[in-house]
């Protein structure tokens, strides 16, 4: 992990700078490249809000990322151009060889579709299905998904598949989404404030299913939230203000998710 964590701080040095990115070394690939994004969003006449102000960001196989910033730093805006929910009103994203601000919307949907995995604050599960139906409606439209319970019982819900969410606590909800976007095996995992809505103990739950999903089967993770204490698990910490990448901060070690409190 330390000659890993050492080099993903080498290449974040390049990104904060501008400068074009090195070849992969030692396994270690870029998935996800920006360059200068900016998001700009018309609030009136003769009014503009820079949402994102020339952010330069890369992301690698494996990693667990977060980024860290107060409301209105820019951070969900980020998630959401990185997601293929939204586009930039400038700049590149690039995934793998392929140029995301230039593809249509074919091309978006089925890189949202196949590889990226979207878990949000509010667990958005359909109340008239089970757990295990509520992730089949992922499963069914995946190229190569894992099985319902696979998936179920890789965030420790084995034994819960067959209830409703109206019979679930708040964590086993937020557990049964992550199962839903993990289902079809994505390449990138997303996560917007995953904890935001729930206590220090459901919410440890759910960041060990979620460093689960990271080291098992090997997802890029990228977590956002204002909460800087769940940045000590990360392998890299992204700091985000008005817009723009205010710091980079690579851990020396991940700190086990139980160990946190807040």
Same mark, same amino acid.
């Given at each position: 992990m330390h000659r890993v964590s050492l080099l993903v701080d080498t290449m974040a040095d390049h990104a904060t700078s501008g400068a074009p990115f090195p070849a992969s070394r030692d396994g270690l690939h870029p998935l996800l490249s920006a360059r200068a994004l900016t998001k700009v969003y018309s609030t009136g006449v003769a009014t503009e809000v820079?949402?994102?102000?020339?952010?330069?960001?890369?992301?690698f196989e494996r990693e667990f990322v977060v980024l860290l910033g107060?409301?209105?730093?820019?951070?969900?805006?980020?998630?959401?151009?990185?997601?293929?929910?939204?586009?930039?009103?400038?700049?590149? &994203?690039?995934? /793998?060889?392929?140029?995301?601000?230039?593809? #249509?919307?074919? !091309?978006?949907?089925?890189?949202?579709?196949?590889?990226?995995?979207?878990?949000?604050?509010?667990?958005?599960?359909?109340?008239? &299905?089970?757990? /295990?139906?509520?992730?089949?409606?992922?499963? #069914?439209?995946? !190229?190569?998904?894992?099985?319902?319970?696979?998936?179920?019982?890789?965030v420790g819900l084995a034994d819960r598949m067959d209830h409703f969410p109206s019979e679930l606590s708040g964590g086993e909800q937020q557990r049964v989404a992550i199962a839903r976007a993990i289902a079809k095996r994505p390449e990138v995992l997303l996560c917007d404030e995953p904890t935001g809505a729930l206590d220090v103990r459901t919410g440890t739950l759910v960041l060990e299913a979620i460093e689960r999903v990271n080291r098992e089967l090997g997802a890029l993770v990228v977590i956002i939230t204002h909460n800087a204490v769940i940045a000590d698990i990360a392998d890299r910490v992204i700091s985000l203000s008005d817009g723009r990448v205010a710091r980079v901060h690579r851990n020396a070690a991940r700190r086990p998710v139980n160990e946190l409190s807040w």
């Open positions: 820079r949402a994102l102000n020339g952010v330069d960001i890369d992301l107060p409301s209105g730093s820019g951070k969900s805006t980020l998630l959401n151009i990185l997601g293929g929910l939204d586009n930039p009103s400038s700049g590149t &994203l690039q995934f /793998r060889d392929t140029d995301l601000t230039e593809a #249509d919307d074919r !091309t978006l949907t089925q890189y949202r579709r196949e590889t990226v995995g979207f878990i949000f604050q509010f667990f958005n599960l359909i109340p008239s &299905l089970t757990a /295990r139906e509520n992730v089949e409606l992922i499963t #069914d439209i995946a !190229t190569d998904p894992m099985a319902p319970e696979d998936a179920l019982a890789l």
